[in-house]
């Protein structure tokens, strides 16, 4: 597993697209996933990314999660269990 971190505007988007596609050129099974909400990733890669995996190349799927949406599906699920 390799997150990409930094500042806004430095290029994480673009390297993590750009590590994502070598690794699946290299052979391994790849899971590109953003949680950025611009949700750039797409442009990036040429094609809309949903929220599920999405095939882009042989090897790579890519995914754009929206973190608010994900943390209150998580709270609600929390909630339903107590």
Do not use: C
Not at 40 to 50: F, K, N, Q, V
Request: without cysteine; aromatic residues 4%; proline residues 6%.
């Amino acid at each position: 597993m390799l997150f990409f971190g930094g500042k806004g505007g430095v290029g994480k988007t673009t390297l993590a697209a750009a590590w994502a596609i070598r690794s699946a050129e290299a052979g391994d099974r790849t899971l590109l996933v953003s949680t950025d909400p611009a949700h750039s990733t797409g442009d990036i890669l040429g094609r809309a990314i949903e929220s599920a995996p999405t095939p882009v190349l042989p090897g790579l799927d890519a995914m754009e999660i929206d973190p608010a949406e994900e943390t209150e599906r998580y709270i609600q699920d929390v909630k339903n269990r107590v």
